[in-house]
């Protein structure tokens, strides 16, 4: 996998560079129930095709990503932990 073939699998699940488990298999399952063939919408099979792709792609890239549990980390994915952190440390003083 290259970082292009990243950015497109978000482009074509319509993620931005910022998405939870959560948000993927969500929009997942909504473009797969929307370009269905059975849903009668679109009869063009490569769209199915092209959203399992890029739904595979970021399942991959999930799964194989290492997490880092950093402190520094911590306080980017939680701000509003960061800024309880700094009021408590004002107020403990």
């Keep these: 996998m290259t970082y292009a ?19 993927i298999k969500t929009r997942h399952r909504e473009l797969v129930k929307r370009h269905h063939p059975d849903a009668g919408i679109t009869t063009e099979p490569e769209i199915i095709r092209q959203i399992n792709a890029a739904y595979r792609i970021l399942m991959d ?17 939680n701000p509003e932990e960061r800024f309880r952190q700094q009021f408590m440390d004002f107020y403990n003083k």
């Design 5 to 23: 073939d990243l950015q497109e699998a978000l482009r074509v699940l319509g993620l931005g560079e910022r998405a939870t488990m959560k948000d």
């Design 61 to 77: 890239y999930v799964t194989e990503y290492r997490f880092s549990f950093a402190e520094n980390e911590f306080y980017e994915q």
